[in-house]
């Protein structure tokens, strides 16, 4: 059984930093692509990082570019989502997914398990 578990949100204000963690388990963690989506309420999903199973490529949404950093630790099956300079727009539920294509992928339909999620808070 794929379970992918997120930790690390919470409340903070604005300019503040959060790190979230997805740990993953049942499945080969070294071979997934990893993605990290959110969704604010009232608004559909969205993608917000995503990067390859060797942690060689990452992709970006515009509006974190400078801001979050992903990353992967394949020895702990687990993968980071570095937020910095946090903005009350990020506030949002954040969810980690797994993919098993080998094109890294911006796309949530293409995700094949996910986490319960995370919630974000940046107040003002």
């Known amino acids: 059984q794929v379970q992918l578990v997120e930790a690390g949100g919470g409340l903070v204000q604005a300019g503040g930093s959060l790190r979230l963690s997805c740990a993953a388990s049942?499945?080969?963690?070294?071979?997934?692509?990893m993605g990290w989506f959110r969704q604010a309420p009232g608004k559909e999903r969205e993608f917000v990082t995503a990067?390859?199973?060797?942690?060689?490529?990452?992709h970006y949404a515009n509006f974190v570019k400078g801001r979050f950093t992903i990353s992967r630790d394949n020895s702990k099956n687990t993968v980071y989502l570095q937020m910095n300079s946090l903005k009350p727009e990020d506030t949002a539920v954040y969810y980690c997914?797994?993919?098993?294509?080998?094109?890294?992928?911006?796309?949530?339909?293409?995700?094949?398990?996910w986490g319960q999620g995370t919630q974000v808070t940046v107040s003002s």
């Open positions: 997914a797994a993919d098993r294509e080998p094109l890294l992928s911006r796309t949530s339909g293409t995700y094949d398990y």
């Open positions: 049942g499945l080969t963690f070294s071979r997934h692509n």
């Open positions: 990067i390859t199973w060797s942690g060689d490529m990452k």
